[in-house]
């Protein structure tokens, strides 16, 4: 008798307990629906401080310029997905994710290109203000005027028939400037990357008034190697204004003049 009575107890406790469950459960489900945007709260990744977006630039793109209020619609009003794809249209955005936390805050992450180099095209009357860069993706992006990256210039006649690094075609000029911004040395040292109409490579370093003739952007590693051995060795000893013309573009060949 007493079992029994002990059982319907727990089975009415139990039953008092997930009815009280599912009770919280509806209604924080409502609560949940009936959220408004409070705030935009805007994360920018930086790279060695690299940022050439604000805040306020993300929440212009994102609001298209307020004509799109967000900051007080029903989070069920609110695509999410169509606000991401909305950003992903900006060239200076590479990819964003946007979110929604408990305290009705529409949550934007947004991450950057990152600039391997700053593409110059036209006289030397635009140099100093023209341009777009070139990402580690190998595609082109505009200058922001926030931030100006210090990157190696970019400039040729191959880039008036070439407009991205991003296929096969771009892949091997997009692996020497990858090369050249991943190392210390050389990304200290190498003021432009000049590609010919046939894609040749010509580098200028930062100091001295030599040229360094790289041809093709293959057997990168090689190739410096060749460049380093001048640098230690040879100019060090015959004296860095001797020389206006170091070659490497051949194999098996330093050739200094």
Known sequence: MFSTFSNRKKWLWRSIGCLTLFGLLA???????????KAIVVDIDE????????????????????????????FDEIDLSSL??????????????????????LLVQIEQPKPLARLITGGDELRAVGGQYISDGGR?????????????????????????????TGQPLLALLQYIHESDLWRAQIAEVSVDKS?????????????????????????FRKVKLFYTQIAPQKGWDRYHRVSVQYRNQLVCE
């Open 27 to 37: 209604f924080t489900e409502k609560r949940l629906h009936q959220r408004y945007c």
């Open 47 to 74: 790279v060695a401080g690299q940022r050439f977006l604000t805040r306020r630039d993300v929440t212009g793109f994102l609001t298209n310029n307020g004509a799109d209020p967000i900051v007080g619609q029903l």
């Open 84 to 105: 991401e794809q909305r950003l992903k249209k900006y060239s200076l955005i590479k990819q964003a994710h946007v979110s929604s936390d408990l305290a009705g805050n």
């Open 140 to 168: 082109f992006f505009p200058l922001s005027m926030n931030y100006s990256a210090r990157v190696p210039i970019l400039s040729g006649e191959w880039f008036t028939t070439h407009r991205t690094l991003a296929n096969s």
């Open 199 to 223: 894609g040749n490579v010509t580098l200028w370093p930062q100091v001295g008034n030599y040229q360094i003739e790289f041809g093709k952007p293959d057997a990168v590693e090689t190739k």
